[in-house]
Structures are given as structure tokens and as C-alpha cells.
């Protein structure tokens, strides 16, 4: 009996010590198993949009993986995201400090960095940081890009230049579209650059170049107008006027008042009124409408009407200049009261802006988001849900 109990005993002590080698032999692997599931989720959590979760997940991992540089410079970028910048470049330079950094995490640091400064509009220190990542990664491409915004941004134009047509080289031939596209803003700045410092040839060269690499962008038919109405290209200049802000809608009310100070001093007025005209026919931007109504009333109130009426139902701003067109047309005692008179007499604000990229508001028209997106600016009322179903149907 006795030495049965010694074989049950050294049994059961046997199995006691499998069972805790196995749990030692696969602790750690049950451990990589959790933070891959925890990754998981929080790509997940991304993927649906969820930020402030996905941050929260983020912090826990950098709590429990101090080590793990991938995850600060995640953090970092998440953190640049909800607008935490100053945060987001500790983290970067925290990181960059450390002297064991994989190159491909230095090279991500270092863009980070970049994209943080740009952030906060200090392009000269983006470009510095920008610079070091490209002398490491030379091939790139998400360096290359961030590379030329930041040039960009700081107006170095021949540089952004340069730099977009090594991305296009570079970039996967889904992406070559938009490489074109960049240098052709790029092309565009350096034009009006060469415009400004009394070389009118060579913004010209530079500006057909543009207009061949982004035929479709607003800020370079601008570029085109300005050039052609510099030169005194009449008919040109009322073209590219044309096509600048049926191409950039958002910015009508810039464009077309910057249009017409050309044509006063060109007595330039009916051609431009005409090319007006034919835009508000077919125009289905609010902030174009009302824009291009405003001065075609001069002439043809009833078609300016008939434009604002299209878009009055989804824009306060052409409701109110439908009702200011009406008093100035009828007699006074037929008129609205004197409250919606009054009301109707103030000046048109121009409407709110976006970033269609990024949904970053703009307080003024620019051809150019602080996000890097060229020609994004629109109206928040073209943005509805009402206009979108209008414009499918």
C-alpha cells in the first residue's frame, strides 16, 4: 500500500512539473498571441473610425511594450490626427533621441517629425526633417510626397517641382495621376513666381507646362488667367477666368471679383458679363450661383432668378439674394415687410468652407488645404446629404 502511494505521489509530482513546464514553455507564446489580438482590434477600431478608442488601446500597449517604438510613433501620428500636435512632436523627438532605432523606424520618426512642423507651419524645420528622412529612404515614395508638400508649403516651387517628378518615377502607376497633378501646381507657383519677378515669357512656358501636367485644376487656370490678363491676352484671360472658377466653385467669390477689377481697367466688362452668363446656365454650386448671379443681375436679372431659385431650397445665401433681386425688380409696397427688407439688404457673407479631403473648415478661399490637397475647397451647403441625392438623380 505504501509504496502504491509513493507511485501515485511521484506521479502526480511528474505531472505537476509537465504542467508547469508547458505553462513556462507557453507563457510567452500565449502572450504574443494576446498583444496580436489587442493590435487586431485596434486596427479594427481604426478601420471604423473610432480614434479616441483606438488612442485609449494605443496607450495601453506603450504601458505594457515600452519598447516598442512602432507604437509611439502610431500614438504620434493618432495624436497629430485629433489636432494634439505639440504632443505628437514630443513623441517623435522622443523617439528619434533613442540611439538602437531601426533605420525604417528612424525614417518614420523623422517623417512624423516633418508632418508635425508642417502641421504647425513651420516648413522650414519640416523641410529639414523631410530632407533627413529622404537621405535615408531615397526611394521612399509617402517621404517623397510629404517632401514636396512641405516644399510646397514653404513656396520653394522648383524644389516641390522636382521632388513630385522623382515620386512620379517612383510611385506605383495608380499614383502617377497625382504625382502629375502635384507638379503641376508646382509648375503653376513657380510661373506666377516668374510673373512677380518681371519675366512674363517664362511664366508663360511655365504655366502651358502647367496646364498640360493638371488641365483640370483651378489654381492653375488662375495662374493662366493672371499670367494672359498680365500679358493683355484679352480673349485668353476671359477663358481661363472662365475656366478658374467653374473649376474652383468654392472660390467664386474671389475669382469672379478679381475677374472683374481686370475687365474694368480693360473695359473688358460685357465679354466677361457673357462668359458669366454662360456659366450660370449650367452651374450647379451654390457658391458658384450666387457668386456669378450677383453681377449677371446687372444685366439679366430674370436669369440670375432663375439660377438662384435652383439652388435657394439647400443655400441661405442665394435665398437671400433671390429676395434682394425681387425688391430691387418690384415696387415697394408689394414688397416683403420692412423686417425682411431690412434683412434682405445686408451684405451676402460668403459661404463656410471645407477641405473636401480632409473636412478641416477654411476660414478664407485658398487653392490649397493645410492637409497638402490642392483645388479641395466647398461649400459646406454643396456638401448635404439633400444636394448629393439631388445631383445622382
Same mark, same amino acid.
Given at each position: 500500500m505504501s509504496e502504491l502511494l509513493v507511485i501515485v505521489a511521484a506521479a502526480l509530482a511528474g505531472g505537476g512539473i509537465g504542467v508547469a513546464l508547458a505553462w513556462w514553455r507557453l507563457a510567452p507564446r500565449r502572450e504574443a498571441i494576446e498583444r496580436l489580438a489587442r493590435r487586431g482590434h485596434v486596427v479594427h477600431e481604426l478601420a471604423e473610425g473610432d480614434v479616441e478608442n483606438v488612442a485609449e488601446e494605443l496607450e495601453k500597449i !506603450?504601458?505594457?511594450?515600452?519598447?516598442?517604438?512602432? &507604437?509611439?510613433? !502610431?500614438?504620434?501620428?493618432?495624436?497629430?490626427?485629433?489636432?494634439?500636435?505639440?504632443?505628437?512632436?514630443?513623441?517623435?523627438?522622443?523617439?528619434? /533621441?533613442?540611439?538602437?532605432?531601426?533605420?525604417?523606424?528612424? &525614417?518614420?520618426?523623422?517623417?512624423?517629425?516633418?508632418?508635425?512642423?508642417? =502641421?504647425?507651419?513651420?516648413?522650414?524645420?519640416?523641410?529639414?526633417a523631410l530632407t533627413r528622412a529622404i537621405s535615408l529612404a531615397p526611394r521612399s515614395v509617402a517621404t517623397l510626397e510629404s517632401l514636396a508638400q512641405a516644399l510646397e508649403q514653404a513656396g520653394a516651387w522648383e524644389r516641390a517641382a522636382a521632388a513630385w517628378e522623382r515620386h512620379e518615377k517612383?510611385?506605383?502607376?495608380?499614383?502617377?495621376?497625382? #504625382?502629375?497633378?502635384?507638379?503641376?501646381? =508646382?509648375?503653376?507657383?513657380?510661373?506666377? @513666381? /516668374?510673373?512677380?519677378?518681371?519675366?512674363?515669357?517664362?511664366?508663360?512656358?511655365? &504655366?502651358?507646362? =502647367?496646364?498640360?501636367? *493638371?488641365?483640370? #485644376?483651378?489654381?492653375? %487656370?488662375?495662374?493662366?488667367?493672371?499670367?494672359? /490678363? *498680365? @500679358?493683355? $491676352?484679352?480673349?485668353?484671360?476671359?477663358?481661363?477666368?472662365?475656366?478658374?472658377?467653374?473649376?474652383?466653385?468654392?472660390?467664386?467669390? !474671389?475669382?469672379?471679383? $478679381?475677374? %472683374?477689377? %481686370? @475687365?474694368?481697367?480693360?473695359?473688358?466688362?460685357?465679354?466677361?458679363?457673357?462668359?458669366?452668363?454662360? #456659366?450660370?446656365?449650367?452651374?450647379?454650386?451654390?457658391?458658384?450661383?450666387?457668386?456669378?448671379?450677383?453681377?449677371?443681375?446687372?444685366?439679366?436679372? $430674370?436669369?440670375?432668378?432663375?439660377?438662384?431659385?435652383? &439652388?435657394?431650397?439647400?443655400?441661405?445665401?442665394?435665398?437671400?439674394?433671390l429676395i434682394r433681386l425681387r425688391l430691387a425688380q418690384g415696387p415697394r409696397d408689394s414688397a416683403p415687410g420692412v423686417s425682411v427688407r431690412d434683412a434682405a439688404m445686408k451684405d451676402i457673407m460668403p459661404p463656410t468652407l471645407v477641405c473636401r479631403q480632409c473636412a478641416a473648415p477654411m476660414v478664407r478661399f485658398g487653392f490649397r488645404c493645410g492637409c497638402g490637397a490642392w483645388d479641395s475647397a466647398v461649400a459646406v451647403e454643396d456638401l448635404s446629404p439633400r444636394n448629393s441625392n439631388r445631383s445622382r438623380a
Open positions: !506603450a504601458e505594457a511594450e515600452p519598447n516598442d517604438a512602432s &507604437v509611439f510613433l !502610431a500614438l504620434a501620428a493618432l495624436d497629430r490626427r485629433r489636432g494634439r500636435v505639440e504632443r505628437a512632436k514630443a513623441l517623435h523627438r522622443t523617439v528619434l /533621441a533613442s540611439a538602437d532605432l531601426p533605420p525604417e523606424l528612424r &525614417v518614420a520618426g523623422l517623417v512624423g517629425l516633418g508632418r508635425d512642423l508642417l =502641421a504647425q507651419g513651420n516648413e522650414q524645420a519640416a523641410v529639414g517612383l510611385a506605383p502607376a495608380r499614383r502617377r495621376r497625382q #504625382s502629375r497633378i502635384g507638379r503641376g501646381h =508646382a509648375v503653376a507657383g513657380q510661373a506666377l @513666381a /516668374a510673373l512677380h519677378e518681371g519675366d512674363p515669357r517664362k511664366a508663360r512656358k511655365l &504655366v502651358d507646362r =502647367a496646364l498640360e501636367l *493638371a488641365p483640370d #485644376s483651378g489654381h492653375v %487656370w488662375t495662374a493662366r488667367a493672371r499670367i494672359d /490678363a *498680365a @500679358a493683355g $491676352e484679352r480673349e485668353p484671360a476671359l477663358e481661363a477666368w472662365q475656366r478658374a472658377w467653374e473649376l474652383a466653385p468654392a472660390g467664386a467669390h !474671389a475669382l469672379t471679383a $478679381e475677374a %472683374w477689377s %481686370w @475687365a474694368v481697367e480693360e473695359g473688358a466688362q460685357e465679354e466677361l458679363l457673357e462668359r458669366m452668363q454662360a #456659366s450660370l446656365r449650367t452651374a450647379s454650386a451654390s457658391s458658384l450661383v450666387v457668386a456669378l448671379a450677383e453681377r449677371v443681375a446687372r444685366r439679366e436679372p $430674370e436669369q440670375a432668378a432663375v439660377a438662384l431659385e435652383r &439652388v435657394a431650397s439647400r443655400s441661405p445665401a442665394a435665398a437671400l439674394g
